[in-house]
C-alpha cells in the first residue's frame, strides 16, 4: 500500500488515501485506488463509492492522471490533476494541486476545468505558474495526439 497526500498551493494537506502499487518506473509510480467517499456529483460526470482510479503519477512532469471505470468495469473516463512533480518515496506520494484540472471523456473529448480559479489564485508561485501552464499545454497535447493512456479511447 502507498499514501497519496495531495496538498494546496500553500502546502496544506487537502486529502489523503491509500492505493495499491500496480508499477514503480523510473519517473513515477502508477497505483489502484477506489473511490470510497459518497457520491461526489461534477456535472461533467459522478464519482462514485466503488469507482475504481488507476493512476499515473510522474516526477519529471506538472500533471498526473486517472483512469477511472464505474464498479461493473465500464470506462467512465480520466481525470487529469494539473500540479507540481510527484515527491514519490517508498510509502507516499505527495503532490501540489495547481488548481488547474482536465476531465477527458470515454470519447477522448477533454474538458479544461477551473481556469477562472487558476487564474484568480493568488497563492501560485511564478514557477508554479509556469508549471501549471506547461502541465496543462502538454496534457491537452497528449490527449489531442491519443497518447499514453488515451489511446484506447477512441479504438
Known sequence: MITVIKRNTLGEEQTRYTGEVIERRTD???IEAYWTWATKELGYTRFEPGDRFIEYYYADRWYNMFAIS???GSKKGW???VAAPAVISAD???QID???DVWVDPTGKPLVLDEDEFEADTTLSDEQRAGAKQ???DLLR???LRKDMFSDAVG
Open 28 to 30: 513515477g509510480v502508477i
Open 92 to 94: 507516499s506520494i505527495e
Open 142 to 144: 497528449i490527449i489531442a
Open 135 to 137: 502541465g496543462l499545454r
Open 70 to 72: 464505474n464498479k461493473d
Open 79 to 81: 481525470y487529469c490533476n
Open 98 to 100: 495547481l488548481l488547474l
